[in-house]
């Protein structure tokens, strides 16, 4: 018993043990109230963006760095590393985070949140379709429907960035859709009718985006004239 309660004293946050650790009253309180999130907060809503900054960094550090030691060294030694310093940098090098920490968010109409929602939760439906059946499909399908989640991930954080082309990237992706909803052919009768309605779906969303495609091109223009 004594021992778990030493290893409770070190999981002061595990949702398992709290409850525990405050009956034997190992409990101790935050002397500094916690800040959760990133030292760099990200400043999109770009899934692939948020992958690859890592990346970005490392490479945009490599550019910088004179010497293949150095190089290496950026490689596969910490983040905070630089010539001169431990493998993983000084700790007085990383900033203080102070509140308020403002979470990056821009306001987004209610409808383009619920056009999102909808749209995001037949993606999860379809996903789990293509895991049931994929060994039925054709190995291209399945890659062209992971591309397809990927590019709609994507251009929803358009969406939420207020990116100008997200329009055009929304029209594209509701484009080709219909296309290859054209093009496949149903396993089943119930198939079919889920195929209709989802093609007036997106029929519908693709004459959205057009049209607001249009009025930003034409607000665009009317800008550059004045």
Same mark, same amino acid.
Request: hydrophobic share 50%; net charge positive; charged share 15%.
């Given at each position: !018993?004594?021992?778990?309660?030493?290893?409770?004293?070190?999981?002061?946050?595990?949702?398992?043990?709290?409850?525990?650790?405050?009956?034997?009253?190992?409990?101790?309180? @935050?002397?500094?109230?916690?800040?959760?999130?990133?030292?760099?907060?990200?400043?999109?809503?770009?899934?692939?963006?948020?992958?690859?900054?890592?990346?970005?960094?490392?490479?945009?550090?490599?550019?910088? @760095?004179?010497?293949?030691?150095?190089? !290496?060294?950026?490689?596969?030694?910490?983040?905070?590393?630089?010539?001169?310093?431990?493998?993983?940098?000084?700790?007085?090098?990383?900033?203080?985070?102070? @509140?308020?920490?403002?979470?990056?968010?821009?306001?987004?109409?209610?409808?383009?949140?619920?056009?999102? *929602?909808?749209?995001? *939760?037949?993606?999860?439906?379809?996903?789990?379709?293509?895991?049931?059946?994929?060994?039925?499909?054709?190995?291209?399908?399945?890659?062209?429907?992971?591309?397809? !989640?990927?590019?709609?991930?994507?251009?929803?954080?358009?969406?939420?960035?207020?990116?100008?082309?997200?329009?055009?990237?929304?029209?594209?992706?509701?484009?080709?859709?219909?296309?290859?909803?054209?093009?496949?052919?149903?396993?089943?009768?119930?198939?079919?009718?889920?195929?209709?309605?989802?093609?007036?779906?997106?029929?519908?969303?693709?004459?959205?985006?057009?049209?607001?495609?249009?009025?930003?091109?034409?607000?665009?223009?009317?800008?550059?004239?004045?």
């Amino acid at each position: !018993m004594e021992l778990i309660t030493v290893i409770t004293c070190h999981l002061n946050n595990n949702e398992y043990f709290h409850v525990y650790i405050i009956c034997v009253g190992t409990f101790q309180a @935050e002397e500094e109230k916690v800040i959760y999130g990133l030292v760099h907060p990200l400043q999109t809503w770009d899934p692939i963006n948020a992958q690859l900054c890592h990346l970005k960094y490392i490479i945009q550090k490599l550019q910088e @760095e004179k010497g293949f030691s150095n190089k !290496m060294a950026t490689i596969f030694k910490g983040p905070g590393w630089s010539p001169g310093k431990p493998w993983t940098g000084l700790r007085e090098d990383i900033p203080e985070v102070k @509140e308020p920490v403002y979470k990056y968010d821009k306001d987004v109409p209610l409808w383009k949140n619920l056009y999102i *929602f909808l749209h995001f *939760f037949i993606l999860v439906i379809a996903s789990g379709g293509v895991a049931k059946f994929k060994e039925g499909m054709s190995p291209l399908w399945v890659v062209a429907f992971i591309l397809f !989640m990927l590019f709609s991930l994507t251009s929803f954080g358009a969406i939420y960035d207020h990116k100008s082309y997200a329009p055009l990237m929304e029209l594209f992706r509701c484009g080709v859709f219909l296309v290859v909803a054209k093009l496949s052919i149903p396993l089943t009768s119930s198939m079919v009718t889920v195929s209709i309605g989802l093609s007036w779906l997106y029929l519908a969303s693709a004459a959205v985006w057009l049209l607001l495609s249009v009025k930003h091109n034409f607000l665009v223009k009317k800008v550059k004239a004045l």
